[in-house]
């Protein structure tokens, strides 16, 4: 909403929903800082560089999805190019330490700044409570119900891989799929998935999946974790006193209360345990002697992989420790991207593994001497897509989810407006293993079951029938897409949609690039009434997978 000498800006909206100005200063804010605020978090904790509990908070993992410190950022620089156009401003925030941030710094007689949607304080004590009910329930259940590995029958010096489970485990290892197949193959004993465990209230399936786990070579953290590291791990909110200081400005503002308001946030307290309990998990193997020759980080770069490796490093300083990022590239996630003041603090791989050779350069962004190289693809994901399959259009059109919740929450929007307006085209529905539908929003299915159909089979066998795809942000459905002659329709949510389809490039062709709703009802509506699509053959620039390089991997 503008009007001549005024803004009004309701921060808390999803950035494609704020006025058109605003959208773009804001979109380039977002890329043109990236850099310096990479380099101003690494040296914002400089006095807690060698403490886990400064490593294992969410604003310090750069995740721009766990923390909203770097959207607060980007808020306050879009203000300043701003204030230079317009007189008076009216802005909608949810942090009353951000609204007194933007009071101190610009005319407070010519802006008004109201709060909404602040988090509750139950709301966060209901976080920590759910997190550490499951915590204790996976340490108690595996100790009493299922056996440990003893990892040192075989004096050999053995592999661990960290990686994540989905559902209950039936269909084995996702992430590592080829090395889990290849394991099978040579029947090797001395390479071990460790896994962490996703929060869900369906605890059924967890118990499934800790079974189906069991009888595999995955070895259970808990079972090498005493009950005194669970607590130490829970006690990190009473620790957090001690990062109540003043912190380095952000080029001339202070943002030491904002910074510290994000530290006690605890939306993630989940992975704050988890990031402990990974540190103490490899104190735990040095401390029972267990020669080990690699370690694995499936390599997001987040509080727990930090917590990961910051505990190797430490404590099995002369092995191998690798990052694997067994993903696309993407720009909003530059938390992916390790910066030189997390090397110097030892909370990142010796050496990250991507799986494109065009992915180096890009990896390399904030730290140019990173060891980088590129290695074999292995998710269960990008691993099978097929070359040779038989192209059919079952499916007009299917909507391909994120798994994050404010996005997959947006597209939904997207395609309730699309149902208001387009009353002939149903819609597939491609959820997130981590995020079901009825997690983002309950009264979608309820309100739609007759115009959409919901899916969980893989998400290749769905694109082989599909004419029509819709995904947006850091997903790999977009080259899956490509890869299986669908047209791809990408709603411009974030300012890195276009960056990423042009860096893992993928033909202009291919997709279109939809910056409102209406255009998104038009485009899909004009697009399904066309019999054809030109669709440009994509060869897919991954590194190739074989025995040879997975051996490699491992050794």
């Known amino acids: 909403m503008l009007k001549k000498n005024l803004i009004y800006w309701d921060t808390t909206q999803y950035p494609i929903d704020y006025p058109k100005i605003v959208k773009e200063i804001y979109y380039n804010q977002n890329i043109k800082n990236r850099k310096y605020f990479t380099s101003w978090v690494g040296n914002l904790g400089k006095d807690f560089s060698n403490d886990i509990d400064w490593w294992s908070t969410a604003p310090v993992s750069r995740n721009p999805y766990a923390s909203n410190l770097f959207h607060y950022i980007c808020v306050i620089k879009t203000i300043e190019k701003l204030s230079k156009k317009f007189k008076k401003f009216e802005i909608v925030v949810n942090s009353f330490f951000l609204k007194s941030i933007i009071l101190k710094n610009f005319n407070s007689n010519n802006i008004f700044v109201k709060i909404n949607k602040q988090n509750s304080k139950l709301k966060k004590y209901s976080n920590i409570f759910k997190a550490i009910f499951f915590s204790t329930f996976l340490f108690f259940f595996i100790n009493f119900f299922i056996k440990k590995k003893n990892l040192k029958k075989n004096s050999n010096k053995k592999v661990l891989i960290d990686t994540f489970t989905f559902g209950d485990m039936s269909e084995g290892e996702r992430l590592y799929k080829m090395i889990d197949e290849h394991l099978k193959r040579k029947k090797q004993d001395l390479v071990y998935f460790v896994p962490s465990f996703i929060p869900t209230k369906n605890f059924l399936e967890v118990i499934k999946a800790i079974f189906n786990l069991s009888k595999k070579n995955y070895v259970f953290k808990e079972h090498h974790l005493g009950f005194f590291d669970l607590i130490y791990a829970f006690g990190h909110i009473f620790r957090l006193k001690k990062f109540n200081i003043k912190l380095n400005n952000y080029g001339n503002i202070d943002l030491s209360n904002l910074v510290i308001q994000e530290i006690k946030d605890c939306k993630y307290y989940y992975s704050t345990i988890l990031s402990l309990l990974n540190y103490r998990f490899a104190r735990s193997i040095k401390n029972q002697k267990i020669e080990l020759n690699k370690s694995i980080d499936w390599f997001e770069n987040q509080t727990v992989d930090k917590g990961w490796n910051f505990g190797f490093r430490k404590y099995f300083p002369n092995i191998k420790i690798i990052g694997y990022q067994g993903f696309l590239y993407y720009g909003q996630y530059f938390n992916t991207i390790p910066s030189k003041e997390e090397e110097k603090a030892k909370v990142i791989p010796k050496e990250v593994i991507v799986i494109s050779k065009s992915f180096i350069k890009k990896k390399k962004e904030f730290f140019p001497k990173l060891k980088v190289k590129a290695g074999p693809v292995l998710s269960y994901s990008l691993c099978y897509l097929d070359k040779n399959f038989k192209k059919t259009y079952k499916i007009k059109v299917l909507l391909i989810l994120s798994g ?102 993928i033909p202009k062709k291919n997709y279109k690039l939809v910056n409102s709703k209406e255009d998104f009802v038009n485009t899909i509506s004009d697009l399904a009434m066309k019999k054809k699509l030109s669709i440009k053959k994509k060869n897919i620039l991954l590194e190739k997978t074989n025995a040879n390089n997975i051996e490699d991997f491992l050794n």
Do not use: Q
């Open 404 to 505: 994050i919740l404010s996005l997959d929450k947006k597209l939904l929007e997207w395609i309730s407006y699309f149902f208001k307006k387009d009353k002939n085209i149903n819609i597939f529905i491609k959820t997130h293993p981590i995020l079901p539908l009825e997690k983002i929003d309950k009264n979608f299915l309820l309100n739609y079951k007759k115009r959409i159909s919901v899916t969980n089979k893989p998400l290749g066998d769905l694109l082989k029938k599909t004419y029509i795809s819709i995904c947006s942000g850091p997903t790999s459905g977009t080259l899956e897409s490509i890869s299986y002659d669908c047209f791809l329709v990408c709603p411009m949510l974030e300012p890195y949609d276009k960056i990423n389809l042009v860096a893992n490039n």
